[in-house]
Protein backbone atom coordinates (compact mmCIF):
# COMPACT_ATOMS: atom_id res chain seq x y z
CA UNK A 1 0.00 0.00 0.00
CA UNK A 2 2.96 2.55 1.12
CA UNK A 3 4.25 2.28 -2.54
CA UNK A 4 0.89 2.61 -4.59
CA UNK A 5 0.74 6.15 -2.20
CA UNK A 6 4.47 6.85 -3.20
CA UNK A 7 3.56 5.88 -6.47
CA UNK A 8 0.95 7.85 -7.24
CA UNK A 9 2.13 11.24 -5.81
CA UNK A 10 5.03 11.26 -7.68
CA UNK A 11 3.06 10.63 -10.66
CA UNK A 12 1.34 13.68 -9.69
CA UNK A 13 4.25 15.17 -8.96
CA UNK A 14 5.71 14.67 -11.89
CA UNK A 15 2.42 15.70 -14.29
CA UNK A 16 2.30 19.13 -12.50
CA UNK A 17 5.75 19.63 -13.09
CA UNK A 18 5.42 18.88 -16.52
CA UNK A 19 2.21 21.61 -16.93
CA UNK A 20 4.33 23.97 -15.10
CA UNK A 21 7.43 23.69 -17.76
CA UNK A 22 5.20 23.75 -20.38
CA UNK A 23 3.09 26.91 -19.53
CA UNK A 24 6.58 28.85 -18.83
CA UNK A 25 8.90 27.50 -21.67
CA UNK A 26 7.85 29.62 -23.98
CA UNK A 27 9.22 30.21 -27.73
CA UNK A 28 11.06 27.46 -29.12
CA UNK A 29 14.73 27.91 -29.31
CA UNK A 30 17.00 27.27 -32.48
CA UNK A 31 16.87 24.08 -32.09
CA UNK A 32 13.63 23.06 -31.88
CA UNK A 33 12.97 25.60 -34.88
CA UNK A 34 15.67 23.10 -37.10
CA UNK A 35 13.57 20.13 -36.67
CA UNK A 36 10.54 21.81 -36.63
CA UNK A 37 11.32 23.46 -40.15
CA UNK A 38 12.47 19.96 -41.30
CA UNK A 39 9.17 18.20 -40.33
CA UNK A 40 7.51 21.54 -41.91
CA UNK A 41 9.14 21.17 -45.91
CA UNK A 42 6.79 20.49 -48.57
CA UNK A 43 6.83 16.86 -49.17
CA UNK A 44 8.47 13.34 -47.27
CA UNK A 45 11.08 13.29 -49.47
CA UNK A 46 12.27 17.06 -49.11
CA UNK A 47 12.63 15.32 -45.50
CA UNK A 48 14.54 12.17 -46.48
CA UNK A 49 16.95 14.46 -48.22
CA UNK A 50 17.59 16.66 -45.21
CA UNK A 51 17.05 14.85 -41.92
CA UNK A 52 20.96 14.13 -41.18
CA UNK A 53 21.38 18.03 -40.80
CA UNK A 54 19.03 17.57 -37.32
CA UNK A 55 20.57 14.66 -36.19
CA UNK A 56 17.11 12.23 -35.65
CA UNK A 57 16.20 10.08 -38.16
CA UNK A 58 13.08 9.74 -39.95
CA UNK A 59 10.73 8.48 -37.46
CA UNK A 60 10.70 11.58 -35.35
CA UNK A 61 9.84 14.19 -37.88
CA UNK A 62 7.68 11.97 -39.70
CA UNK A 63 5.44 11.73 -35.91
CA UNK A 64 6.03 15.87 -35.57
CA UNK A 65 5.28 16.69 -39.14
CA UNK A 66 1.66 14.83 -38.37
CA UNK A 67 0.98 16.47 -35.31
CA UNK A 68 2.05 20.12 -36.57
CA UNK A 69 -0.77 19.91 -39.81
CA UNK A 70 -3.33 18.71 -37.34
CA UNK A 71 -2.60 20.75 -33.93
CA UNK A 72 -0.53 23.06 -35.69
CA UNK A 73 2.33 25.14 -34.52
CA UNK A 74 1.94 27.69 -32.25
CA UNK A 75 4.03 27.85 -29.12
CA UNK A 76 1.27 26.69 -27.11
CA UNK A 77 1.09 23.72 -29.27
CA UNK A 78 3.90 22.82 -29.33
CA UNK A 79 4.44 23.12 -25.57
CA UNK A 80 1.64 20.73 -25.60
CA UNK A 81 3.62 18.25 -27.35
CA UNK A 82 6.26 18.11 -24.60
CA UNK A 83 3.91 17.83 -22.13
CA UNK A 84 2.21 14.78 -24.50
CA UNK A 85 5.59 13.38 -24.30
CA UNK A 86 6.37 13.42 -20.56
CA UNK A 87 2.94 12.28 -19.70
CA UNK A 88 3.50 9.35 -21.76
CA UNK A 89 6.86 8.70 -19.53
CA UNK A 90 4.75 8.23 -16.62
CA UNK A 91 2.68 5.93 -18.67
CA UNK A 92 4.67 4.45 -19.56
CA UNK A 93 6.90 3.90 -16.22
CA UNK A 94 3.11 2.14 -15.30
CA UNK A 95 3.54 -0.20 -18.05
CA UNK A 96 6.47 -1.42 -17.62
CA UNK A 97 6.37 -2.95 -13.98
CA UNK A 98 5.04 -6.26 -13.43
CA UNK A 99 1.06 -6.78 -12.07
CA UNK A 100 1.15 -5.20 -8.74
CA UNK A 101 3.82 -3.54 -8.97
CA UNK A 102 4.91 -0.04 -8.67
CA UNK A 103 7.12 2.31 -10.37
CA UNK A 104 9.24 4.03 -8.12
CA UNK A 105 12.60 5.04 -9.13
CA UNK A 106 11.68 5.55 -12.50
CA UNK A 107 9.67 8.11 -11.42
CA UNK A 108 11.94 9.56 -8.77
CA UNK A 109 15.13 9.91 -11.05
CA UNK A 110 13.95 10.76 -14.20
CA UNK A 111 10.63 12.24 -14.06
CA UNK A 112 11.68 14.65 -11.28
CA UNK A 113 15.12 15.03 -13.43
CA UNK A 114 15.63 18.64 -15.13
CA UNK A 115 17.06 17.03 -17.44
CA UNK A 116 14.08 15.16 -18.50
CA UNK A 117 11.80 18.17 -17.50
CA UNK A 118 13.37 20.94 -19.42
CA UNK A 119 14.93 18.92 -22.14
CA UNK A 120 12.79 15.74 -22.44
CA UNK A 121 9.82 18.09 -22.96
CA UNK A 122 11.37 20.33 -25.61
CA UNK A 123 10.77 19.64 -29.35
CA UNK A 124 12.92 17.36 -29.92
CA UNK A 125 13.61 13.29 -30.40
CA UNK A 126 15.38 12.90 -27.22
CA UNK A 127 12.31 13.32 -24.88
CA UNK A 128 10.27 10.32 -27.16
CA UNK A 129 13.31 8.44 -27.72
CA UNK A 130 13.34 8.06 -23.98
CA UNK A 131 10.01 6.62 -23.46
CA UNK A 132 10.34 4.31 -26.56
CA UNK A 133 13.99 2.83 -25.01
CA UNK A 134 11.86 2.38 -21.76
CA UNK A 135 8.79 0.51 -22.98
CA UNK A 136 11.21 -1.51 -25.35
CA UNK A 137 13.57 -2.42 -22.15
CA UNK A 138 9.86 -3.17 -20.23
CA UNK A 139 8.99 -5.69 -23.64
CA UNK A 140 12.16 -7.06 -23.24
CA UNK A 141 11.39 -8.05 -19.67
CA UNK A 142 7.99 -9.23 -20.48
CA UNK A 143 9.76 -11.33 -23.41
CA UNK A 144 11.95 -12.98 -20.79
CA UNK A 145 9.48 -14.06 -18.38
CA UNK A 146 6.62 -14.80 -21.01
CA UNK A 147 8.65 -15.80 -24.25
CA UNK A 148 5.60 -15.65 -26.00
CA UNK A 149 5.57 -15.10 -30.11
CA UNK A 150 3.55 -11.69 -29.31
CA UNK A 151 5.91 -10.79 -26.46
CA UNK A 152 8.72 -11.07 -28.56
CA UNK A 153 7.35 -9.33 -31.51
CA UNK A 154 6.50 -6.15 -29.44
CA UNK A 155 9.49 -6.03 -28.22
CA UNK A 156 11.47 -6.09 -31.77
CA UNK A 157 8.64 -3.75 -32.89
CA UNK A 158 9.55 -1.23 -30.11
CA UNK A 159 13.04 -1.68 -30.27
CA UNK A 160 12.88 -0.59 -34.29
CA UNK A 161 10.65 2.27 -33.54
CA UNK A 162 13.38 3.29 -30.44
CA UNK A 163 16.29 3.25 -32.93
CA UNK A 164 14.27 5.28 -35.85
CA UNK A 165 13.46 7.58 -33.36
CA UNK A 166 16.84 8.57 -31.64
CA UNK A 167 19.78 7.56 -33.38
CA UNK A 168 21.75 7.04 -30.09
CA UNK A 169 18.71 4.07 -29.08
CA UNK A 170 20.88 1.79 -31.13
CA UNK A 171 23.76 1.09 -28.57
CA UNK A 172 21.15 0.43 -26.24
CA UNK A 173 19.15 -1.76 -28.55
CA UNK A 174 22.19 -3.54 -28.87
CA UNK A 175 22.91 -3.47 -25.08
CA UNK A 176 19.63 -5.03 -24.55
CA UNK A 177 20.15 -8.08 -27.71
CA UNK A 178 23.59 -8.98 -26.20
CA UNK A 179 22.18 -8.97 -22.55
CA UNK A 180 19.00 -11.21 -23.48
CA UNK A 181 21.21 -13.60 -25.30
CA UNK A 182 23.46 -13.72 -22.60
CA UNK A 183 20.66 -14.03 -19.98
CA UNK A 184 19.10 -17.29 -21.54
CA UNK A 185 21.92 -18.69 -22.63
CA UNK A 186 23.12 -18.95 -19.13
CA UNK A 187 19.57 -20.37 -18.15
CA UNK A 188 19.82 -22.82 -20.83
CA UNK A 189 17.24 -21.14 -23.40
CA UNK A 190 19.56 -21.72 -26.64
CA UNK A 191 16.55 -21.64 -29.03
CA UNK A 192 15.35 -18.40 -27.98
CA UNK A 193 18.82 -17.16 -27.43
CA UNK A 194 19.32 -17.53 -31.61
CA UNK A 195 15.98 -15.67 -32.35
CA UNK A 196 16.85 -12.93 -29.51
CA UNK A 197 19.82 -12.54 -32.10
CA UNK A 198 18.20 -12.00 -35.25
CA UNK A 199 15.95 -9.99 -33.85
CA UNK A 200 18.32 -7.74 -32.75
CA UNK A 201 19.73 -7.89 -36.55
CA UNK A 202 16.30 -7.16 -37.85
CA UNK A 203 16.53 -4.06 -36.12
CA UNK A 204 20.10 -2.97 -37.01
CA UNK A 205 19.52 -3.50 -40.50
CA UNK A 206 16.51 -1.63 -40.92
CA UNK A 207 18.52 1.38 -39.93
CA UNK A 208 21.04 0.58 -42.58
CA UNK A 209 19.46 2.72 -44.88
CA UNK A 210 20.77 5.97 -42.73
CA UNK A 211 24.45 4.87 -43.51
CA UNK A 212 24.97 7.00 -46.54
CA UNK A 213 23.58 9.96 -45.56
CA UNK A 214 25.04 10.10 -41.96
CA UNK A 215 28.58 8.62 -43.32
CA UNK A 216 28.78 11.05 -46.52
CA UNK A 217 28.27 13.81 -44.17
CA UNK A 218 31.76 15.05 -44.20
CA UNK A 219 30.85 18.66 -42.98
CA UNK A 220 30.39 16.87 -39.48
CA UNK A 221 34.35 17.52 -38.85
CA UNK A 222 33.76 20.69 -37.93
CA UNK A 223 31.46 19.18 -35.17
CA UNK A 224 34.27 16.89 -33.65
CA UNK A 225 36.16 18.29 -30.83
CA UNK A 226 39.18 16.01 -28.64
CA UNK A 227 37.28 14.47 -26.06
CA UNK A 228 38.06 12.09 -23.19
CA UNK A 229 36.26 9.85 -20.72
CA UNK A 230 36.42 12.52 -18.24
CA UNK A 231 34.58 14.97 -20.48
CA UNK A 232 32.18 12.64 -20.73
CA UNK A 233 31.67 11.27 -17.49
CA UNK A 234 31.20 15.16 -16.59
CA UNK A 235 28.30 15.48 -19.00
CA UNK A 236 26.52 12.26 -18.04
CA UNK A 237 27.27 13.44 -14.21
CA UNK A 238 25.61 16.93 -14.82
CA UNK A 239 22.25 14.81 -16.95
CA UNK A 240 21.85 13.12 -13.80
CA UNK A 241 20.17 15.89 -12.72
CA UNK A 242 19.73 19.52 -10.34
CA UNK A 243 20.14 19.60 -7.69
CA UNK A 244 23.07 17.86 -7.98
CA UNK A 245 23.79 17.73 -4.37
CA UNK A 246 20.86 16.13 -3.93
CA UNK A 247 20.05 13.79 -6.88
CA UNK A 248 23.93 12.44 -7.33
CA UNK A 249 23.50 10.96 -3.40
CA UNK A 250 19.63 9.40 -4.57
CA UNK A 251 21.53 7.72 -8.13
CA UNK A 252 24.68 6.72 -6.32
CA UNK A 253 22.37 4.73 -3.56
CA UNK A 254 19.82 3.50 -6.50
CA UNK A 255 23.09 1.80 -7.66
CA UNK A 256 24.22 0.22 -4.41
CA UNK A 257 20.79 -1.27 -3.97
CA UNK A 258 21.14 -2.55 -7.87
CA UNK A 259 24.72 -4.47 -7.02
CA UNK A 260 23.27 -5.72 -3.53
CA UNK A 261 19.92 -7.31 -5.08
CA UNK A 262 21.99 -8.76 -7.70
CA UNK A 263 24.65 -10.08 -5.94
CA UNK A 264 21.69 -11.88 -3.57
CA UNK A 265 19.60 -12.87 -6.90
CA UNK A 266 22.43 -14.38 -7.65
CA UNK A 267 23.74 -16.20 -4.55
CA UNK A 268 20.40 -16.91 -3.47
CA UNK A 269 19.17 -20.90 -3.40
CA UNK A 270 16.70 -20.33 -6.30
CA UNK A 271 17.10 -22.76 -9.41
CA UNK A 272 19.58 -21.27 -11.57
CA UNK A 273 17.10 -21.38 -14.78
CA UNK A 274 13.73 -19.65 -13.35
CA UNK A 275 12.55 -16.96 -15.29
CA UNK A 276 13.31 -14.16 -12.54
CA UNK A 277 17.00 -15.09 -12.26
CA UNK A 278 16.87 -14.72 -15.99
CA UNK A 279 15.19 -11.40 -15.94
CA UNK A 280 17.59 -10.02 -13.47
CA UNK A 281 20.84 -11.28 -15.26
CA UNK A 282 19.36 -9.69 -18.22
CA UNK A 283 19.05 -6.12 -16.72
CA UNK A 284 22.22 -6.12 -15.14
CA UNK A 285 24.46 -7.44 -18.09
CA UNK A 286 22.37 -4.66 -19.68
CA UNK A 287 23.51 -1.73 -17.48
CA UNK A 288 26.85 -2.33 -17.75
CA UNK A 289 26.71 -3.14 -21.25
CA UNK A 290 24.42 -0.08 -21.66
CA UNK A 291 27.13 2.30 -20.26
CA UNK A 292 29.72 0.98 -22.14
CA UNK A 293 28.42 0.76 -25.57
CA UNK A 294 27.04 4.73 -25.10
CA UNK A 295 30.46 6.11 -23.94
CA UNK A 296 32.00 4.35 -27.36
CA UNK A 297 29.02 5.60 -29.59
CA UNK A 298 29.63 9.24 -28.09
CA UNK A 299 33.39 9.02 -28.11
CA UNK A 300 33.41 8.40 -31.50
CA UNK A 301 31.35 10.96 -32.07
CA UNK A 302 33.41 13.10 -30.51
CA UNK A 303 30.88 15.89 -30.41
CA UNK A 304 30.21 18.21 -27.25
CA UNK A 305 27.98 16.37 -25.50
CA UNK A 306 25.32 18.14 -23.76
CA UNK A 307 23.10 16.92 -20.83
CA UNK A 308 20.54 16.30 -23.38
CA UNK A 309 22.94 13.56 -25.16
CA UNK A 310 22.46 11.29 -21.85
CA UNK A 311 18.43 10.91 -21.44
CA UNK A 312 18.19 7.79 -23.10
CA UNK A 313 20.87 6.31 -21.19
CA UNK A 314 19.80 7.46 -17.62
CA UNK A 315 16.07 6.76 -18.36
CA UNK A 316 17.13 2.96 -19.40
CA UNK A 317 19.32 2.80 -16.31
CA UNK A 318 16.50 4.28 -13.72
CA UNK A 319 14.23 1.46 -15.67
CA UNK A 320 16.63 -0.92 -15.22
CA UNK A 321 17.81 -0.71 -11.34
CA UNK A 322 13.69 -0.18 -10.69
CA UNK A 323 12.44 -3.74 -12.15
CA UNK A 324 15.93 -5.06 -11.01
CA UNK A 325 15.14 -4.30 -7.15
CA UNK A 326 11.33 -5.95 -7.64
CA UNK A 327 12.45 -9.10 -9.01
CA UNK A 328 15.01 -9.73 -6.44
CA UNK A 329 13.90 -11.21 -3.12
CA UNK A 330 14.63 -8.76 0.16
CA UNK A 331 12.20 -7.30 1.59
CA UNK A 332 14.71 -4.62 3.03
CA UNK A 333 15.41 -3.07 -0.46
CA UNK A 334 12.20 -3.03 -1.18
CA UNK A 335 12.20 -0.45 1.89
CA UNK A 336 15.25 1.12 0.99
CA UNK A 337 14.04 1.95 -2.69
CA UNK A 338 10.81 3.33 -1.17
CA UNK A 339 12.66 5.80 1.06
CA UNK A 340 14.88 7.27 -1.74
CA UNK A 341 11.65 7.62 -3.73
CA UNK A 342 9.76 9.48 -1.12
CA UNK A 343 13.30 11.68 -0.52
CA UNK A 344 13.14 12.61 -4.05
CA UNK A 345 9.30 13.18 -4.04
CA UNK A 346 9.96 15.52 -1.21
CA UNK A 347 13.24 17.15 -1.62
CA UNK A 348 13.83 17.57 -5.22
CA UNK A 349 10.40 19.58 -6.50
CA UNK A 350 11.27 22.77 -4.43
CA UNK A 351 14.74 22.92 -5.91
CA UNK A 352 14.26 22.86 -9.75
CA UNK A 353 10.91 25.37 -10.05
CA UNK A 354 13.28 28.20 -11.21
CA UNK A 355 14.89 25.42 -13.56
CA UNK A 356 11.76 24.51 -15.34
CA UNK A 357 10.27 27.96 -15.20
CA UNK A 358 12.98 29.55 -17.31
CA UNK A 359 12.14 30.41 -20.51
CA UNK A 360 13.32 28.28 -23.63
CA UNK A 361 14.59 31.88 -25.48
CA UNK A 362 13.77 35.34 -26.10
CA UNK A 363 13.95 35.43 -29.56
CA UNK A 364 10.12 35.85 -29.90
CA UNK A 365 10.79 39.12 -27.73
CA UNK A 366 13.72 40.18 -30.05
CA UNK A 367 11.35 39.19 -33.74
CA UNK A 368 8.85 41.23 -32.14
CA UNK A 369 10.96 44.28 -31.99
CA UNK A 370 12.10 44.00 -35.69
CA UNK A 371 8.98 43.65 -36.87
CA UNK A 372 8.27 47.50 -36.68
CA UNK A 373 12.33 47.77 -38.14
CA UNK A 374 12.16 50.42 -41.51
CA UNK A 375 12.35 47.94 -45.04
CA UNK A 376 15.64 49.81 -45.73
CA UNK A 377 16.89 49.07 -42.12
CA UNK A 378 19.32 45.93 -42.53
CA UNK A 379 19.35 42.69 -39.79
CA UNK A 380 22.69 40.82 -38.95
CA UNK A 381 22.66 37.86 -37.04
CA UNK A 382 25.16 36.64 -35.14
CA UNK A 383 26.22 33.83 -35.03
CA UNK A 384 24.50 32.04 -38.00
CA UNK A 385 22.72 29.16 -36.29
CA UNK A 386 20.22 32.09 -34.19
CA UNK A 387 18.74 32.59 -37.75
CA UNK A 388 16.75 29.15 -37.25
CA UNK A 389 14.66 30.73 -34.42
CA UNK A 390 14.69 33.87 -35.85
CA UNK A 391 13.24 32.92 -38.90
CA UNK A 392 10.14 31.66 -37.24
CA UNK A 393 9.26 34.39 -35.43
CA UNK A 394 10.30 37.24 -37.71
CA UNK A 395 7.48 38.55 -40.22
CA UNK A 396 8.87 42.18 -40.32
CA UNK A 397 9.75 43.90 -43.95
CA UNK A 398 13.79 44.81 -43.48
CA UNK A 399 15.94 42.21 -45.21
CA UNK A 400 18.19 39.97 -42.65
CA UNK A 401 21.31 38.38 -43.26
CA UNK A 402 23.88 35.91 -41.09
CA UNK A 403 27.31 35.85 -40.12
CA UNK A 404 28.69 34.43 -42.18
CA UNK A 405 26.29 35.24 -45.38
CA UNK A 406 24.80 31.17 -45.99
CA UNK A 407 22.01 30.44 -48.00
CA UNK A 408 19.76 28.19 -46.14
CA UNK A 409 18.54 29.32 -42.88
CA UNK A 410 16.09 26.52 -42.01
CA UNK A 411 17.70 24.26 -39.91
CA UNK A 412 21.51 23.50 -39.04
CA UNK A 413 23.29 23.99 -42.48
CA UNK A 414 26.69 22.79 -41.17
CA UNK A 415 27.44 21.98 -45.05
CA UNK A 416 27.68 25.48 -45.49
CA UNK A 417 29.27 27.32 -42.72
CA UNK A 418 32.49 24.93 -43.87
CA UNK A 419 31.98 25.98 -47.42
CA UNK A 420 32.31 29.06 -45.29
CA UNK A 421 35.36 28.30 -43.09
CA UNK A 422 37.21 26.96 -46.58
CA UNK A 423 37.23 31.16 -47.57
CA UNK A 424 40.07 33.69 -47.14
CA UNK A 425 37.31 36.19 -46.99
CA UNK A 426 34.42 34.74 -46.11
CA UNK A 427 32.55 38.45 -44.41
CA UNK A 428 33.29 40.60 -47.35
CA UNK A 429 29.70 40.23 -48.40
CA UNK A 430 28.05 40.74 -44.98
CA UNK A 431 30.51 44.16 -43.93
CA UNK A 432 29.67 45.49 -47.86
CA UNK A 433 25.95 45.02 -47.09
CA UNK A 434 26.56 46.82 -43.98
CA UNK A 435 28.06 49.59 -45.07
CA UNK A 436 25.34 50.26 -47.62
CA UNK A 437 23.35 50.02 -45.22
CA UNK A 438 24.46 52.97 -42.51
CA UNK A 439 25.77 55.10 -45.59
CA UNK A 440 22.59 55.22 -46.71
CA UNK A 441 21.18 56.80 -43.19
CA UNK A 442 19.46 53.70 -42.26
CA UNK A 443 19.98 51.51 -39.41
CA UNK A 444 21.86 48.18 -38.88
CA UNK A 445 20.28 45.36 -36.16
CA UNK A 446 22.75 42.83 -34.76
CA UNK A 447 21.16 39.98 -33.06
CA UNK A 448 23.48 38.33 -31.20
CA UNK A 449 25.64 41.35 -30.74
CA UNK A 450 28.84 40.81 -31.26
CA UNK A 451 32.47 40.01 -29.45
CA UNK A 452 34.33 43.87 -28.79
CA UNK A 453 37.66 43.72 -27.96
CA UNK A 454 39.14 46.23 -25.76
CA UNK A 455 42.41 48.55 -25.23
CA UNK A 456 43.03 48.38 -29.37
CA UNK A 457 43.35 44.18 -29.44
CA UNK A 458 43.16 43.09 -32.98
CA UNK A 459 40.64 40.67 -33.57
CA UNK A 460 41.92 36.84 -34.81
CA UNK A 461 42.20 36.40 -38.33
CA UNK A 462 42.03 32.29 -39.27
CA UNK A 463 43.24 31.16 -42.12
CA UNK A 464 40.84 28.99 -44.56
CA UNK A 465 39.86 25.74 -42.86
CA UNK A 466 42.00 23.48 -41.71
CA UNK A 467 43.80 26.68 -39.87
CA UNK A 468 47.05 25.27 -38.41
CA UNK A 469 46.19 25.98 -35.08
CA UNK A 470 42.52 25.52 -34.59
CA UNK A 471 42.14 23.11 -37.15
CA UNK A 472 38.54 22.22 -38.33
CA UNK A 473 37.04 23.69 -34.85
CA UNK A 474 33.75 25.08 -36.02
CA UNK A 475 33.57 27.31 -32.46
CA UNK A 476 36.87 28.78 -32.81
CA UNK A 477 35.73 30.28 -36.95
CA UNK A 478 32.45 31.64 -35.31
CA UNK A 479 34.81 33.32 -32.55
CA UNK A 480 36.98 35.20 -34.55
CA UNK A 481 34.27 35.86 -37.07
CA UNK A 482 32.02 37.47 -34.24
CA UNK A 483 35.18 39.87 -33.17
CA UNK A 484 35.90 40.57 -36.79
CA UNK A 485 32.27 41.84 -36.70
CA UNK A 486 32.48 43.58 -33.56
CA UNK A 487 35.74 45.43 -34.45
CA UNK A 488 33.98 46.49 -38.09
CA UNK A 489 31.34 48.19 -36.22
CA UNK A 490 33.61 49.82 -33.45
CA UNK A 491 35.95 51.30 -36.19
CA UNK A 492 32.98 52.15 -38.82
CA UNK A 493 29.81 53.09 -36.89
CA UNK A 494 28.87 56.58 -35.03
CA UNK A 495 27.25 54.69 -32.50
CA UNK A 496 25.89 51.25 -31.26
CA UNK A 497 23.34 50.80 -28.45
CA UNK A 498 22.11 47.93 -26.45
CA UNK A 499 18.06 48.01 -27.64
CA UNK A 500 17.89 44.80 -25.73
CA UNK A 501 20.03 43.02 -23.14
CA UNK A 502 20.03 39.40 -21.28
CA UNK A 503 17.81 39.20 -19.26
CA UNK A 504 16.92 36.94 -16.29
CA UNK A 505 14.86 34.04 -16.13
CA UNK A 506 15.89 33.06 -19.87
CA UNK A 507 18.10 29.43 -20.75
CA UNK A 508 22.07 30.67 -21.86
CA UNK A 509 21.50 28.79 -24.78
CA UNK A 510 19.19 31.52 -26.00
CA UNK A 511 19.78 34.57 -24.35
CA UNK A 512 20.09 36.35 -27.06
CA UNK A 513 21.05 40.70 -26.77
CA UNK A 514 19.98 43.21 -29.62
CA UNK A 515 21.99 46.23 -31.03
CA UNK A 516 21.08 48.73 -33.01
CA UNK A 517 24.26 50.54 -35.38
CA UNK A 518 23.53 54.47 -36.68
CA UNK A 519 26.17 56.67 -39.03
CA UNK A 520 28.99 55.55 -40.76
CA UNK A 521 32.62 56.80 -40.82
CA UNK A 522 35.24 55.74 -42.68
Not at 121 to 131: E, Q
Not at 248 to 264: D, H, T
Request: aromatic share 12%.
Amino acid sequence: MAELVVALCLSVTVLALLYIRATHAGALWRDECGVLHLARLSSFAEIARNFQHEAFPLLFPTALRIYSYIFGTSDAVLRLFGFVVGAGFVAGTWWVMPPKERPLLQLGLVGLNTTFLIWGTSVRGYGLGSVLVLITLGSAVRALRHPTFLNGLVASCLAIASAHCLLHNLTLIAAMTIAAVFAMWSCGRSKEAVVVCFAGLACALTVLPYAPSYLGADWRMILRVPIGPGWLWQQFLAALGEPSWLMRPLWLSAGVLFLIGAIIQFRSGSASRTNNTAVVTFLFSFCFLALITYFVFLRLLSYATHSWYYLALITALAGSIDLLIVFTRGKWLRIARLIIALAACCAIPFGIVGAITQRQSNIDEVARKLNDASAGDLIVLNPWFIALSFGHYYHGTAPWLTIPGISETGFHRFDLVKAKMLEAEPLTDVEEKIQSTLVSGHQVWLVGGALVLENGRIPVKLRPAPDPEFGWNTDAYTTAWSQQIGAFFQTHALSATVVIAPENGVNNYENIPLWVAKGWRE
